[in-house]
T-cell receptor
Framework: NAGVTQTPKFRILKIGQSMTLQCAQDMNHNYMYWYRQDPGMGLKLIYYSVGAGITDKGEVPNGYNVSRSTTEDFPLRLELAAPSQTSVYFC??????????????FGPGTRLTVT | GENVEQHPSTLSVQEGDSAVIKCTYSDSASNYFPWYKQELGKRPQLIIDIRSNVGEKKDQRIAVTLNKTAKHFSLHITETQPEDSAVYFCAASNGGGADGLTFGKGTHLIIQP
């Protein structure tokens, strides 16, 4: 199993550009998550999904969009990049039921710089 | 929403000594408390977790304690080793961990040889 994979590893964007961060998992997990980690800080939840076709906002969703058309994939879209979106983005997945979550497995991260 | 405070931000201990990291949370409905270890440039990895129906959990040199009344939980690492050097994050969730986690700001643990 590859686990949780993310592409690209690094990216530099200009202000106002758009991009999609890719995330895939091969563990047949139903729940998937996007977090961002600013330097010297903990992770903050952007969006999560409980299954294909269902997504919900986390703590910091502004400026981002997500979709979940398959169990395996959970892309994160930045429409108009801003310097405040410079961060490391982590995707995670877990097997969970409503009200009972289990270990979240994280991908290797995407380091994004917006200048 | 939930707020998690973590202390200290940096902790330096001698190899072989014990280390304790403390977290407090604000939402009394929180019921799942994991701890993650993150090495420089790497992804976070779960080291131990505890649910609200348990007061303490151990796994070899690592233990976590939970005080629901005071809304705080702690990570204890005994007999520290150089490979324990990393940043440790506590987190909390009121959905059993399913609906995402609220993280503390992290503790940089330094093991002095």
């Amino acid at each position: 199993n590859a686990g949780v994979t993310q592409t690209p590893k690094f990216r530099i964007l200009k202000i106002g550009q758009s991009m999609t961060l890719q995330c895939a998992q091969d563990m047949n997990h139903n729940y998937m998550y996007w977090y961002r980690q600013d330097p010297g800080m903990g992770l903050k939840l952007i969006y999560y999904s409980v299954g294909a076709g269902i997504t919900d906002k986390g703590e910091v969703p502004n400026g981002y969009n997500v979709s979940r058309s398959t169990t395996e994939d959970f892309p994160l879209r930045l429409e108009l990049a801003a310097p405040s979106q410079t961060s490391v983005y982590f995707c995670a997945s877990s097997y969970s039921t409503s009200g009972q979550g289990y270990e979240q497995y994280f991908g290797p991260g995407t380091r994004l710089t917006v200048t | 929403g939930e707020n998690v405070e973590q202390h200290p931000s940096t902790l330096s201990v001698q190899e072989g000594d014990s280390a304790v990291i403390k977290c407090t949370y604000s939402d009394s409905a929180s019921n799942y408390f994991p701890w993650y270890k993150q090495e420089l440039g790497k992804r976070p990895q779960l080291i131990i977790d505890i649910r609200s129906n348990v007061g303490e959990k151990k796994d070899q040199r690592i233990a976590v304690t939970l005080n629901k009344t005071a809304k705080h939980f702690s990570l204890h690492i005994t007999e520290t080793q150089p490979e324990d050097s990393a940043v440790y994050f506590c987190a909390a969730s009121n959905g059993g961990g399913a609906d995402g986690l609220t993280f503390g700001k992290g503790t940089h643990l330094i093991i002095q040889p």
